[in-house]
């Protein structure tokens, strides 16, 4: 009965900024990392970022480094996503994505968490 829940989304003019919070309920462990997807209307759900308290890495497609920054409280099981420079192709829903065990392969592939969020819609107007 684990469930993570996104908020912190809305509408922004093009450059401007967003912060992003995910926040677990239904466990008391710490999750081994967490991270974010995105999908924009029409196209598959891609990585944008995680981070692995446990394997001590952080993690970022290249469309992001440089403008969003991950962090989070490896104890409180919550993670956060600055986003700054915003551009309109970052318009998607936003997903928080959190996973028991260590990579098994890749930490860009959905397949490798364990539990999705509702998501929250962020949308840059340009």
């Known amino acids: 009965q684990v469930h993570l829940v996104e908020s912190g989304g809305g509408v922004v003019q093009a450059g401007g900024s967003l912060r992003l919070s995910c926040a677990a309920s239904?466990?008391?462990?710490?999750?081994?990392?967490m991270g974010w997807f995105r999908q924009a209307p029409g196209k598959e759900r891609e990585f944008v970022t995680a981070i692995s308290w446990s394997g001590g890495s952080i993690f970022y497609a290249e469309f992001v480094k440089g403008r969003f920054t991950i962090s989070g409280d490896n104890a409180k099981n919550t993670v956060y996503l600055q986003m700054n420079s915003l551009k309109s192709e970052d318009t998607a829903i936003y997903y928080c994505?959190?996973?028991?065990?260590?990579?098994?392969?890749?930490?860009?592939?959905?397949?490798?968490?364990?539990?999705w969020g509702q998501g929250t819609q962020v949308t840059v107007s340009s």
């Open positions: 994505a959190a996973k028991e065990h260590e990579w098994r392969k890749s930490t860009r592939a959905e397949e490798e968490y364990d539990y």
């Open positions: 239904g466990r008391t462990s710490a999750f081994y990392a």
